[in-house]
């Protein structure tokens, strides 16, 4: 049966969740093949005839996990012979500050930059649903916060500064080659790029170098996948 991996698609088979695009790099990390089964809001619940309120959901000979930190960890421990995610325990540590940081403080912002952008790109029977959580969740109205996207990327550059700082010694988070803390940072800014109808990141800066060299790793993997506002 091998493994699935259970993604967000939009229209035009946009891949866009940040978490599930931290799963399809885990993957392509550890070399292994999957298929993807495209779902929308709605087919969550469904999955694997389960309960589950969240992609990813990653399926692997009929066993399912879901939550993007478990899934990671759980290919360390299952497919711990080819290249490790986290680089060891101490590793594991470190980068569930990087998830923290990146869910606590860059996913909101990036939200209210493009959540209107995402709202139209998803299927039209979700989208009351989507509209609905998504207020309540951030706050304001869809276009409200659309309306304030320069005040959010502006946000977006000054909450990047701790990643500027750090690539101005080091070429990836995980030190000399991409880890999981990567593909967490590189998930939440590939949601922009492949949703919203304008550029986040401030070009030619270093986590716009960064981003490039993430896009380009495993064949082009995150590359593939066209950015919106191209
Ligand atoms: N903590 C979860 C969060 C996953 C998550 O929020 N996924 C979103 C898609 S990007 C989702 O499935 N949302 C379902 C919904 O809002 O109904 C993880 O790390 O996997």
């Known amino acids: 049966?091998?493994?699935?991996?259970?993604?967000?698609?939009?229209?035009?088979?946009?891949?866009?969740s940040p978490y599930c695009w931290r799963i399809r790099m885990a993957l392509a990390h550890k070399g292994l093949d999957y298929d993807t089964a495209p779902v929308t809001f709605s087919d969550i619940p469904g999955i694997g005839g389960g309960d589950h309120k969240t992609v990813p959901v990653l399926e692997d000979d009929g066993t399912f996990i879901s939550e993007s930190f478990d899934i990671a960890c759980y290919l360390e421990?299952?497919?711990?012979?080819?290249?490790?995610?986290?680089?060891?325990?101490?590793g594991k540590a470190a980068c569930r500050f990087i998830e923290s940081w990146a869910n606590a403080t860059l996913t909101p912002i990036i939200a209210r930059a493009c959540v209107k952008d995402i709202h139209d790109l998803i299927e039209e029977k979700d989208k009351p649903y989507f509209r609905e959580t998504r207020e309540k969740r951030?706050?304001?109205?869809?276009?409200?916060?659309?309306?304030?996207?320069?005040?959010?990327?502006?946000?977006?550059?000054?909450?990047?500064?701790?990643?500027?700082?750090?690539?101005?010694?080091?070429?990836?988070?995980?030190?000399?080659?991409?880890?999981?803390?990567?593909?967490i940072v590189f998930g939440t800014l590939q949601w922009p790029r492949?949703?919203?109808?304008?550029?986040?990141?401030?070009?030619?800066s270093r986590v716009a170098e960064w981003f490039e060299r993430m896009l380009n790793l495993y064949d082009r993997l995150g590359a593939k996948m066209p950015a919106r506002a191209a």
């Open 1 to 16: 049966m091998g493994i699935v991996l259970h993604d967000l698609a939009g229209d035009g088979d946009r891949r866009f």
């Open 77 to 90: 421990e299952q497919y711990e012979s080819r290249g490790t995610l986290f680089g060891g325990e101490g």
């Open 138 to 183: 951030l706050g304001g109205g869809l276009e409200d916060l659309q309306s304030q996207r320069d005040a959010h990327i502006e946000n977006l550059h000054q909450a990047l500064m701790p990643l500027h700082v750090m690539l101005g010694k080091q070429d990836w988070i995980g030190g000399i080659q991409p880890l999981y803390h990567d593909y």
């Open 194 to 204: 492949v949703t919203s109808k304008v550029p986040l990141l401030k070009e030619d």
